[in-house]
Nanobody, 131 residues
Framework: QVQLVESGGDSVQAGGSLRLSCAAS????????MGWFRRLPGKDREMIAT????????????SVKDRFTISQNSAANGAKNTLYLQMDSLKPEDSAIYHC????????????????????WGQGTQVTVSS
């Protein structure tokens, strides 16, 4: 049974940093995508960064590209993986609930293009940035 558990959310001032973590377990394969998502007030959930478990492919949306870094630390068999999101130069508009998510088995050349491609979701962690 796949489980994703986020942690690291907090309240910080603008310009500060946070590192989110997502502990993933239960995978029976080691070839899939993981991503970080957020839902801003009044908006749909958006994918902000994603990475393949091989590390061969990553993607960021433009608004976070120079401020956030996605990374991972995975076991060789892929059963357990920890996903990270280092967030620097935080802005009030980054305030949201952040979720991690994972796809089913998927090649590194097939970057997911839709939120619905991600099958497994964590419960989320709150990030609040004050001005």
């Amino acid at each position: 049974q796949v489980q994703l558990v986020e942690s690291g959310g907090d309240s910080v001032q603008a310009g500060g940093s946070l590192r989110l973590s997502c502990a993933a377990s239960g995978f029976t394969y080691n070839n899939y995508w993981m991503g970080w998502f957020r839902r801003l007030p009044g908006k749909d959930r958006e994918m902000i960064a994603t990475i393949h478990t091989t590390g061969l492919n990553t993607y960021y949306i433009d608004s976070v590209k120079d401020r956030f870094t996605i990374s991972q630390n995975s076991a060789a068999n892929g059963a357990k993986n920890t996903l990270y999101l280092q967030m620097d130069s935080l802005k009030p508009e980054d305030s949201a609930i952040y979720h991690c998510a994972a796809t089913t088995q998927r090649a590194w050349t097939m970057r997911p293009s839709a939120v619905s491609t991600y099958t497994y979701w964590g419960q989320g962690t709150q990030v609040t940035v004050s001005s």
